[in-house]
């Protein structure tokens, strides 16, 4: 039996990581409003998969982040 891959599983290359500390570090003294709009505005564009509006928050990270790029071939 061979297993196949689930093709529903993100290519890891494009896998879009969130992380709450950098995300509550960024807002800190935000208005509550100005957080979720923030917030709604980051969920939009991981749904429409838009990685390069993506980079511009400093608590997304597009790729695999545990990745070393300076050891790339």
């Known amino acids: ?3 196949q891959p689930d093709i529903s599983e993100t290519d890891h290359r494009e896998r879009i ?3 709450p500390d950098k995300f509550w570090a960024a807002t800190k003294g935000m208005p509550e409003e100005e957080v979720s709009r923030l917030m709604e505005e980051v ?3 991981a749904e429409a ?3 390069e509006a993506l980079k511009k ?3 997304v990270f597009v790729g695999d982040p545990y990745k070393d790029d300076r050891n790339a071939a």
């Open 17 to 19: 990581w969130f992380f």
């Open 43 to 45: 969920e939009r564009y």
């Open 1 to 3: 039996m061979q297993v």
């Open 57 to 59: 928050y400093p608590f």
């Open 49 to 51: 998969k838009d990685h």
